[in-house]
């Protein structure tokens, strides 16, 4: 294993143990419930760029190891069954492919 990846690794093994005692210890958590999302995500729904909001939210989330479920939920309350799952739908598939990117990136040796 090179120097770069071993970097990458442990900064990415940081970065998770991080973000996990924030929610854990923090107000993080109750800051990001059902019911937040939901507010959240309302108040995007009459903006021209939402669906790149959402979109962007959803890589974030899958990225800080966030339940896509709950956010894909929120967003279907939102923005109602057929926009929401579409958006879920695409939102859920760019997370897997950002974190498939940052896997690939760091080689099959270092996953």
Do not use: C
């Amino acid at each position: 294993m090179t120097k770069k990846r071993l970097f990458i690794l442990v900064l990415l093994l940081l970065a998770t143990i991080s973000l996990t005692a924030l929610w854990r210890w923090t107000p993080l958590a109750d800051w990001f419930n059902l019911h937040a999302l939901t507010n959240w995500a309302s108040e995007f729904r009459r903006s021209p760029t939402a669906p790149l909001w959402i979109l962007a939210a959803f890589v974030v989330a899958g990225q800080v190891f966030f339940p896509i479920t709950l956010l894909g939920l929120a967003t279907i309350f939102a923005f109602g069954p057929l926009f929401g799952s579409i958006y879920s739908v695409v939102g859920s598939l760019l997370a897997g492919l950002v974190t498939y990117a940052g896997g690939r990136l760091l080689g099959e040796a270092t996953v």
